[in-house]
């Protein structure tokens, strides 16, 4: 049955399906987009999608009617698939001729286990998956393999531990979680070892793997009873904000006549005794923050479940707590904040070069997430979100300057802190400009020169300041190189003197300075000597009387 209610059959001829609505069939085959018209299984995934295995494995979209198919070519053990099984976690199972297929649909990739990871037979034509999420595998003549996805181990059961026959020929689950295994020798039950009869006149004891301890008192339930522990391997619901989960998390489920309860509030307290390991307090601030809380689904929020006082033995890591309902259950603790926030940068560098800035948080317990978020001036926040308690950004500056850096590091739980340091910034040499022009000159002679910044493609600056002999000081807006033209005369007024008193050629300057704003980045002199026609009128004239 579907997300719907529609009834879906596989046949020879195709997937048909059954509206209870208009009482109506409708038989999907080959023509409409499905790889095969002859169907072996058929399940529903978490989504509402259909999957219906052949040769190959088509899958339905409802809201588009469209069949997409996955075959060896996309990771498939085989294009034969007899069974069809969707775990706990919406993971599709497919058992075909050469072992066992999953489809994740987070990674929409396929993982295949055969007989070298642990199958006992890679011929599999029965799944199911139970209550705690293991996944039975159905196979011809060698008994049923069992999958647990939290050990990722494969077991078997044949006949040697009460199996009634290892040729399988069905499977099934029913509401207490026991497995049914049909066999050609006869029918099997298998009932978890998590599942409790409890007696209204008997105290009864449950155990689950060393870390779970369960007493029931003599009237604590009216009527027979079923309990199952159901470890947790995600809470898979809003967490507490001022919260941190240790990673531990069962759910406790009664059933009564065979019907499984939403809840069951006990006549007498449970004594339910959690151990857990010291990884599980390392994020906390102190041990004895640890409770146990409840999901209550009717108002979507968590609440102390004890219905009396905790006892505590932190030397062997117990917590004894009182239990007066089932349902689903996580044990938490106050988070350890984090205290203080370095930043570890050199107290100089040089424009274009690459450097790693780190900073790190105090004390390596703090609880994680941590989401560290990097001012550095106009650029855009860089936002990093991890477990670590230290963080790295690699820049460069293009320009120098003093540049302040601010770090700001958050939690999940509000803890905030935030770090600031100013880099100062240098250019890579005490001057970068330089400026080219001729050596020389004549009088009233138009002549260029040009300023360079060897910056390479740094953020340049965008005014040249020239100073020379004679001018007044003349300002340009240009980026890597700039050119200014001068023309020397004889002066009629001003102090510029062209010849000295023994007549020889003078000597002018031409400076330029480059700067951005109030930036200088550098300087450069150019001396240029002006030739004039008296000091060369000799020479032309003794040419002349040869």
């Keep these: 049955m579907d997300h719907a209610g529609r009834i879906w059959a596989g046949t020879t001829s195709g997937a048909s399906v059954f509206d209870p609505v208009t009482e109506t069939w409708h038989t999907y085959t080959f023509a409409e987009g499905s ?43 085989d294009n034969y698939a007899a069974a069809l099984t969707v775990d706990n976690a919406g993971h599709v199972w497919a058992g075909a001729g050469d072992g066992v297929s ?64 290892d040729y399988t020929q069905a ?14 020798s006869g029918l099997s039950v298998f009932t978890p070892a998590t599942l ?54 069962f759910r406790l489920t009664a059933y009564q006549a065979g019907l499984p309860l939403s809840a069951l509030n006990f006549a007498r307290p449970l004594t339910l005794t959690l151990h857990y390991s010291d990884t599980a307090t390392t994020y906390l601030q102190d041990e004895a923050s640890l409770t146990l809380q409840r999901w209550d689904e009717s108002t979507a929020t968590w609440y102390d479940a004890a219905c009396g006082h905790y006892q505590r033995d932190r030397a062997a890591n117990d917590l004894t707590v009182p239990l007066c309902t089932t349902g689903k259950f996580a044990l938490f603790g106050s988070p350890q904040p984090p205290h203080t926030l370095a930043l570890t940068t050199p107290s100089t560098l040089t424009v274009n070069t690459a450097i790693p800035l780190l900073t790190t948080l105090t004390p390596l317990t703090s609880t994680p997430p941590f989401t560290y978020t990097w001012y550095t001036g106009a650029r855009a926040p860089v936002v990093h979100t991890h477990h670590a308690t230290s963080d790295t950004l690699t820049l460069r500056w293009l320009y120098p300057g003093p540049q302040p850096i601010t770090v700001t590091v958050a939690n999940a739980f509000g ?49 040249f300041i020239w100073q020379a002999s004679g001018y007044p000081t003349t300002w340009h807006t240009s980026t890597v190189q700039d050119t200014a033209t001068f023309t020397w005369t004889l002066p009629t007024t001003g102090t510029l003197t062209l010849l000295g008193p023994d007549a020889m050629p003078r000597v002018v300057t031409v400076t330029v300075t480059a700067r951005r ?27 002349i009387r040869h």
């Design 35 to 77: 790889a095969h018209n002859h169907i072996y299984a058929l399940a529903v995934d978490h989504t509402g999608h259909i999957w219906a295995g052949h040769h190959g494995i088509s899958v339905f979209d409802p809201t588009t009617e469209i069949w997409h198919t996955y075959t060896t070519a996309d990771g498939l053990a």
């Design 102 to 165: 999953v489809f994740d649909p987070t990674t929409e990739t396929w993982r295949t286990y055969t007989m070298g990871d642990g199958l006992v037979n890679n011929y599999i034509h029965f799944l199911t998956a139970d209550h705690a999420g293991r996944i039975w595998a159905g196979t011809l003549y060698s008994g049923v393999s069992v999958f647990d996805p939290t050990t990722e181990i494969w077991h078997t059961y044949t006949t040697v531990d009460g199996l009634a026959g």
């Design 171 to 184: 499977l099934t689950v029913d509401l207490l979680g026991r497995v049914w295994v049909g066999t050609s």
């Design 196 to 249: 409790l009869p409890v007696s209204p006149d008997t105290e009864t004891h449950l155990y689950s793997a060393g870390t779970f301890s369960l007493t029931i008192p003599a009237g604590a339930v009216t009527t027979t009873t079923y309990l199952q522990h159901t470890p947790l391997t995600d809470i898979s619901a809003p967490r507490p904000a001022a919260l941190h989960f240790t990673g531990d998390a």
């Design 415 to 463: 803890h905030i802190l935030t770090t600031t340091h100013t880099l100062t910034v240098n250019l890579a040499s005490t001057n970068a400009v330089s400026i080219s022009g001729p050596r020389a000159t004549a009088l009233s002679r138009a002549t260029a020169f040009t300023a360079t910044v060897s910056l390479g493609t740094l953020t340049l600056p965008d005014t």
């Design 517 to 543: 704003h109030t930036l200088i980045y550098g300087s450069a002199t150019h001396t240029v000597t002006l030739l004039t026609r008296s000091r060369y009128l000799p020479f032309i004239i003794h040419s």
